[in-house]
C-alpha cells in the first residue's frame, strides 16, 4: 500500500497491484508504478483529477506490432503518446480494403469488448474501426472529429488521438474486426500510392462496453488491476451525527454497474453512506445495519463521460441529496450508521466509478437546502 503525496492527499491510502498508463500535465502519457496513484489531465493540462478503474486486460499480444497488417507497417517511425520514438507508420499498398485485420477466438459469446488504437494524421488522416462486415464508426485524426456512427475520439495530445469502438462477439465467441484505413475521401476500397500513411500505435482490446486507459503488452496479454483509494476519518475529524460531501467526478460508463463516486461506510456494506450511479441518475442510499434507510435518487442526472457536482446532506431523519444545482425530495426517515472510512471511486473494493474524482470536501454538519444546491450550480 501506499499513500499518495501532496497536502490533504498525503491522508489517502492507495492500491493497485500493477503499472497504470495516465495523460500526465506535460501532455504525454504516463506510466505509474504501483500503489501509485494516477492524476490525470487532459490535452490541454488541464487536471481531470485522480483516476479509478476496475481491473481490465489488454488481450492483444503485442499492442505497438499487431498482426495482419495489410499494408507497409514501419516501426519507429515517430514519436508515440509516450514521448519516445516508438509509433509505426502504416501505408497502405495495392487494391481494395488496407488496415488491420486480427481475427480473434475462444471469447466469451454474444459479448461487448471494447477496442482502442492511437491514431495521427499524415498524409492520411481517417480511419473505420469494423466488426467484418458490419460498418463501425469513422475517426478524423486530422478534425480530431468522430465522423460517422458510435464511438469515441479524444485527444491525447501533438497530434494524436485515441479512437474507440464497442463490438460484441457472436454466439461463438469470435471477433473478427477490421481496422480499415480510409482515404482522404473517407472511402474504405481504393487503389493507393504506396506512400501515403497514418500513424498508428498502441492497439488494445479489452472485455468490456466502455474503454479504459492504456495497457501496454510485449507478446502476451497484460492486465491493469483495480485502483482502491480510501482514507481513514480519524484524518479528518468525521462528525458520526451530521456532515455534507461534495464531489466533481466523472464516469465514462453506464449507470448499469452502479459505479461509485464515494462511500463512507465501516469496511463492510452493512454499514454505509453512498453515492453512485443507479437507473439514468446519481443516487444516495445510507444504511445502517444492514438496513435501509434514507434513499434519493435525481434519475437523468447521470451524464458519462462528463463531469457532475454532487452534494449530500445527512443528520438522523433529514437527509437531501443535489446534483447539478438539482435538489432531490428530502427523506425525512432514517437513523446514520458509525462510519470509520471514506472509499474514493469505489464501494470498498468493487464498483470502481471508471472515471476521475476531480474534487471531494467534506463538511462536519448539515449544510443547508440551498447551499447544497449553491456549491453545485456553478
Known sequence: MAR??????DLITFTRASTGTFLGSNGLLQTAAINTPRVEYDANGVAKGLLIEEARTNLVLNSEAPGNIYGTYTVNSTTSPLGSVSAALLQPTGSGLKGWAPYYTGFSANTDYTLSVFIKAKELSQIAINLLSTSGPTFDALTGQLTSGTGTITDVGNGWYRCTAVHQTNAGGVLDVRLLILDNFGNSSYTSNGTDGIYIWGFQV????FPTSYIPTSGATATRSADIASVSVSEFGYNQ????????????QTTAANPMAYQLNDGTV????TVFGSGGGWRFVTTTSGTAQADINISSSFNSGSFNKIASSFAANQFNHVVNGESGVEDVSGSLPTITTLSL??????????GHIKSINYYPLRLSDAKLQELTSS
Open 4 to 9: 499518495t503525496t501532496g497536502n490533504a492527499s
Open 206 to 209: 479489452e472485455q468490456g462496453s
Open 241 to 252: 451525527a451530521q456532515g455534507s460531501v461534495v464531489v466533481e467526478c466523472q464516469s465514462l
Open 270 to 273: 452493512s454499514n454505509r453512506i
Open 345 to 354: 471511486g469505489t464501494q470498498i473494493l468493487t464498483n470502481q466509478i471508471n
